[in-house]
């Protein structure tokens, strides 16, 4: 697997998305084996969320980070663990040690002069200075897992379902076991917590309420703005994702909630926020 952390003179660099270069770690049997600077291509959280997926980085050890680059970098498939500072080299292995404590998104301000533009398929349409700014929602630090697997490699198959039992998601259709490193913040926490003491080849089945799975919705992080102040908006339905963009160039994907007449709503909150979640979990196999 290979891991990327934000990089400035030999430390954790501390602002996710104004980064200019990565160390990224390749990790074998659970230690670092190799590591090599990574210049950052393209501004804002989404386009350095996708790099690092083209890259093929697994997971990102970083300090601080908003909400919006959480999300995109969720969407891609990689793993979080924020809230690190100091020595990058000494960060990983504490990470993979299953030692460092993920504090989400812990983004702690906001810019006043914030606007706003949304684009689907990859099409611009342009801006407005009304959208208000940030995170999308903090989350403090979660409570550190402990178990025998924590800090090792573990590969499990599972299957993710809502309470009326609509499957949300599945390795099994996929083909693959999923692999992480338990207790790195990788995962949801009560996902890490549920295969923290499983024993190889075990089957369990776990009920997440939001606190451990995707927290709460953030009414905060709901938008509502004139149609006509988005230049572009009309194009756009209701379930559609699009962008929001700061006058920083930091940019957080958002999806289309609402839209009548005169106005359109945008939410920034994670689509699984506020939802109990249930998982069948196949402990498939522990690396040392």
């Known amino acids: 697997m290979k891991i990327a952390v934000p990089y400035e003179d030999g430390t954790v660099f501390q602002h996710f998305g104004h980064t200019e270069q990565f160390k990224v770690y390749e990790i074998d049997g659970g230690k670092a084996v190799s590591a090599g600077l990574l210049r950052a291509e393209g501004s804002g959280h989404e386009a350095l969320a996708a790099f690092l997926k083209e890259q093929g980085v697994d ?15 969720r969407q ?7 809230g690190a500072s100091g020595d990058a080299d000494e960060a990983v292995a504490a990470y993979l040690r299953g030692e460092l404590e993920n504090t989400g998104a812990n983004c702690s301000h906001h810019s006043e002069e914030q606007s706003c533009g949304c684009h689907e398929d990859e099409e611009e349409c342009g801006g407005c200075e ?51 490193i338990c ?83 945008f939410d920034a909150n994670h689509e699984m926020a506020g939802k109990e979640l249930n998982f069948t979990i196949e402990l498939v196999e522990v690396l040392d």
């Open 59 to 73: 997971a990102v050890i970083c300090g601080g980070i908003g909400g919006g680059a959480e999300a995109a970098l």
């Open 76 to 82: 891609q498939g990689i793993g979080l663990c924020a």
């Open 130 to 180: 009304s959208c208000g700014g940030g995170c999308g929602g903090c989350r403090g630090c979660a409570p550190a897992i402990e178990g025998k697997n924590v800090g090792k490699t573990c590969r499990t198959h599972y299957t993710g379902t809502f309470n009326d039992g609509t499957v949300f998601d599945s390795s099994y259709v996929r083909g693959e076991p999923l692999e992480f």
């Open 183 to 265: 207790g790195a913040g990788m995962m949801i926490q009560g996902f890490d917590a549920a295969v923290a003491n499983m024993e190889v080849g075990q089957t369990l089945q776990v009920h997440l309420m939001p606190s451990e799975a995707y927290g709460e919705a953030d009414p905060d992080a709901i938008l509502t703005v004139e149609i006509s102040d988005v230049p572009g908006a009309e194009e756009v339905s209701v379930g559609d994702r699009v962008y929001l963009q700061n006058s920083y160039g930091q940019q957080q994907i958002v999806r289309v909630s609402a839209k009548d007449e005169k106005t359109i709503t």
